[in-house]
Nanobody, 122 residues
């Protein structure tokens, strides 16, 4: 299984980029998908997870309503819509996959993407 993220780049504060993660392999529709991020000098932290059918979503406490995770199983793609970004959101964003959202939240994903850089300028 390969996970490939896209959609990162330089964004102005207040911007609303959408990250994508496309998965290869046949497990996508049976696996939960999620997102982590790692800011410079900090540990990787959980952002969001979504169950195999989108029925369950799990977000980090800091997310509030600015970030939404969705998925399209037909396209084997999971999305992270981010709104009203702040410089503190600057990080490498990673896609992850596991059988359950709880496993993703705990950092126990089976598969990880290579990450996509999001830089928010003030």
């Amino acid at each position: 299984v390969q996970l490939v993220e896209s959609g990162g780049g330089l964004v102005q504060a207040g911007g609303s980029p959408r990250l994508s993660c496309t998965a290869s392999g046949s497990i996508f529709s049976r696996y939960a998908m999620g997102w982590f991020r790692q800011a410079p000098g900090k540990e990787r932290e959980f952002v969001a997870a979504i169950s195999w059918n989108g029925g369950i979503t799990d977000y980090a406490d800091f997310v509030t309503c600015r970030i939404t995770g969705t998925r399209d199983n037909a396209k084997t793609t999971v999305y992270l819509q981010m709104n009203n970004l702040e410089p503190a959101d600057t990080a490498v964003y990673y896609c992850a996959s596991a059988q359950m959202t709880s496993i993703i939240h705990l950092g126990g994903s089976d598969y990880w993407g290579q990450g996509t850089q999001v830089t928010v300028s003030s």
